[in-house]
């Protein structure tokens, strides 16, 4: 019962939720983790935390 809870979405996670392009789902991205940096955090290129993601999107 080892269940995997997935931390950060990848460009084809968000193309998929956003029903975009995933070259879009890959700038969406970018703009997020810039924010994200602004912040003062730490950032994966290509992927963005789930929590973050839900906070900016409504799906």
Same mark, same amino acid.
Request: positive net charge.
């Given at each position: 019962?080892?269940?995997? !809870?997935? +931390? ?5 996670? =968000?193309?998929?939720?956003?029903? /975009? %392009?995933?070259?879009?789902?890959? $700038?969406? !991205?970018? +703009? ?5 940096? =602004?912040?003062?955090?730490?950032? /994966? %290129?290509?992927?963005?935390?789930? $929590? ?8």
């Amino acid at each position: 019962m080892n269940e995997t !809870i997935k +931390k950060f979405y990848n460009a084809d996670d =968000v193309s998929n939720i956003l029903v /975009i %392009s995933k070259s879009a789902a890959y $700038k969406a !991205i970018r +703009k997020l983790n810039e924010e994200l940096k =602004v912040k003062g955090y730490f950032t /994966i %290129s290509g992927k963005v935390p789930v $929590k973050y993601f839900e906070e900016k999107f409504y799906c």
